[in-house]
């Protein structure tokens, strides 16, 4: 009779430890598929990260893009400025120098007049000739004052052209500063963009993955649930065996 005893009393702990297996067991494709939805959203959050540092690189690329035109069309300005400035100068200097030929011979004949002047007695004479001194006064003051301005035109310049002189390549070495960093910001993006693509091969066969081990849980635990059922009703048909034999 104790013999009897001790096997119901194990298959009351087998079908215990059944029961509590089929509680583990149930639910276990829905941990599956929250786990997948848990990483599902992590992944959507990094490549949602990612495609922010591509639209931020691509913005760079863009501004530096633009900087590189607007320096560019800088230099142009600057250059065609320069060499506008070099031919003004050019010019004014030539008619500097003709200025200054044409009074120093204007004080030539004026002084030449003042001689024939101070040896004229004759008043109609030197009435004539005092007229044409006048004359040549005058115009002489012209030419000096035409030789003001072109010394200071030519003293601009010569200072507008040293400035271009500098700013010229200035303008150039900021351009080139540009073009490197351009050239660090597409590679920056294609390495990117590299990335997305490699995270979206990665994120498909991620997702194939989860789907697959969704579906052999799934499989998993109908089998398990009934394997469970009928192991189950094999128990409680042995323990009943067992009652009816020890009632008799």
Do not use: W
């Not at 320096?71 to 004014?92: F, G, M, P, V, Y």
């Not at 601009?156 to 070495?173: H, V």
Request: proline letters at 1%; a neutral charge; charged letters at 35%.
């Amino acid at each position: 009779m104790s013999e009897v005893y001790v096997s119901t009393d194990v298959l009351a702990k087998v079908k215990s430890a059944l029961r509590d297996y089929d509680t583990d067991i149930s639910g276990f494709s829905a941990k599956i598929r929250q786990c997948s939805s848990d990483v599902s959203q992590k992944c959507t959050h990094e490549m949602k990260k990612i495609e922010r540092e591509i639209e931020e690189a691509e913005h760079r690329v863009t501004e530096l893009k633009n900087k590189i035109e607007r320096l560019a069309e800088r230099i142009s300005q600057l250059t065609k400025e320069k060499e506008q400035r070099e031919k003004e100068l050019e010019s004014s200097e030539k008619q500097l120098e003709t200025a200054q030929k044409q009074a120093e011979a204007l004080r030539e004949l004026i002084s030449q007049f003042e001689r024939q002047l101070s040896m004229t007695n004759d008043p109609e004479a030197q009435a004539s000739i005092q007229q044409k001194i006048n004359q040549l006064r005058q115009q002489l003051q012209r030419v000096e004052q035409l030789i003001s301005r072109l010394r200071e035109k030519i003293a601009m310049l010569n200072e507008r052209i040293s400035q271009l002189a500098r700013e010229i390549p200035e303008t150039k070495t900021e351009k080139a500063k540009a073009e490197d960093e351009l050239r660090e910001a597409q590679r920056r993006l294609e390495l990117l963009k590299n990335k997305q693509e490699r995270m979206k091969s990665a994120l498909r066969k991620l997702n194939d993955d989860m789907n697959a081990l969704l579906s052999a849980s799934k499989s998993f635990e109908t089998s398990a649930a009934s394997q469970t059922a009928k192991s189950s009703s094999g128990i409680e048909k042995c323990m009943a065996a067992i009652e009816e034999y020890m009632s008799n």
